[in-house]
């Protein structure tokens, strides 16, 4: 039975899948199961930081799965507290501590009992100082506490009730910001650079005054990096990309990752300040497969390799060459590009894709069919909402996959008028 078939018999149906099947992948490229080559600037989502089986990771997996796989977090883990202790002193640089768990959605679910459970703690129940707040087109997971958090109402139908306690505000919008925090807030939660909703940036003055609001209020600052952290902007948090050369400085009290954070191997993680991190104690959270010998050391392999061997680097130089050459391109096909480092949004010039008749009977989003006509090319990218095609390649991307990546990418637009 084909693979299609397989998965349709066997597969609960709650993807929408591409009618395509990999069987193998190599640094930045997918060959699917009739040998077909795709350049991958999808990366599982933000997820491959070194590409497809990079040796780094195979090694750590070959030693590490001959010593030790897993062992229970009720014992001391090794491997965990040095891929914590890479947390705090390289990416972080401030004191705190690390939870780990297995993907984006469970670290986000972790700020939220940490949001709550500190407030509970400092204020008591009679204060319902309970609220967490965030922004609209926002994603932060699929989980029950991840779509009550995402203000985007698409994945929140059907499942009511949902979790309660959730504000949503109009990202980059200060004033309805400052009246929407109060005493009640325990946190305000948001992506300093949105993924899912579009690749919108936070701007450093919106930042600013969440940061000031929530010290009014004693509320924390939560900032979801799923997506925009581990490098992908070119520095560890992204929020400082976006600072960078503002002379606005903001320090969040907790931030999760998860995503590129293990370069392909499941893993999440949160860091929280030592001001907030107590109120996580025994027996308030926890994670059978969080943080284990296994995943800890391939992590770590991962973010030592980002760290070491000018990765960061890499990427902010690509982003300049990418930038510069569509700038040349004037597309009429492109609006606008945005994002940093290596999370760019291609903004679709929706009135001119509109003229086209191929494009108006095929029925999809604007976003949707050029990446699907991409695909047809050899080239994998990802929407971003409606009109926004995301590019993500893996973070030590070399010149000859950005210069393939770019005629690749202007040739299918060319061709869709």
Not at 66 to 89: G, T
Not at 145 to 170: N, R
Not at 264 to 293: K, V
Not at 386 to 392: F, G, P
Request: include cysteine.
């Amino acid at each position: 039975m084909t693979t299609a078939g397989l998965t349709e018999q066997f597969v609960l149906g709650n993807y929408g899948r591409f009618p395509i099947s990999f069987a193998r992948g190599k640094g930045g490229y997918l060959w699917d199961e009739e040998g077909n080559r795709y350049l991958d600037f999808v990366t599982g989502i933000a997820v491959c930081a070194l590409g497809h089986c990079p040796e780094v990771m195979s090694k750590a997996l070959r030693e590490q799965g001959e010593k030790l796989i897993h062992v229970s977090n009720l014992y001391q883990i090794r491997e965990q507290a040095e891929l914590a202790e890479f947390v705090v002193e390289t990416m972080l640089k401030r004191p705190g501590k690390v939870f780990f768990c297995n993907s984006g959605a469970e670290a986000n679910d972790g700020l939220i009992k940490l949001a709550r459970k500190r407030a509970y703690d400092k204020y008591g129940a009679g204060a319902g100082k309970n609220i967490i707040i965030t922004c609209k087109q926002s994603f932060h997971g699929r989980t029950l506490g991840g779509i009550a958090a995402t203000a985007q109402e698409k994945v929140k139908i059907g499942f009511d009730p949902l979790l309660p306690g959730f504000l949503h505000v109009p990202f980059n919008d200060i004033e309805t910001l400052r009246e929407a925090v109060t005493d009640q807030t325990a946190a305000v939660l948001f992506e300093p650079l949105q993924g899912e909703g579009g690749i919108n940036p936070a701007t450093p003055e919106f930042m600013a005054a969440a940061a000031e609001f929530c010290r009014a209020h004693d509320a924390l600052l939560m900032f979801d990096e799923v997506q925009c952290g581990s490098g992908r902007t070119g520095d560890w948090c992204g929020w400082r990309t976006l600072l960078n050369g503002t002379g606005i400085e903001v320090e969040p009290d907790a931030v999760s990752w998860a995503k590129g954070f293990g370069g392909g191997f499941p893993i999440g993680s949160f860091w929280a300040s030592d001001e907030c991190a107590g109120a996580l104690g025994p027996g308030t959270h926890g994670s059978t497969f969080g943080g284990t010998p296994l995943g800890s050391v391939v992590a770590l392999s991962v973010l030592k390799e980002i760290e070491e061997n000018g990765v960061l680097e890499n990427v902010k130089r690509q982003e300049k060459r990418i930038k510069e050459a569509v700038a040349e391109w004037g597309h009429p096909l492109i609006e606008s590009l945005r994002g940093s480092g290596l999370m760019l949004g291609f903004v679709l010039n929706v009135g001119t894709l509109q003229e086209q008749e191929a494009f108006r009977a095929s029925g999809k989003t604007p976003s949707l069919y050029v990446v699907s006509e991409a695909m047809k090319k050899g080239m994998l990218t990802v929407p971003a909402g409606e009109t926004v095609v995301r590019w993500l390649p893996r973070l030590d991307v070399p010149d000859k996959e950005v210069d393939e990546a770019l005629s690749l990418f202007k040739n299918v637009l060319d061709s869709l008028l």
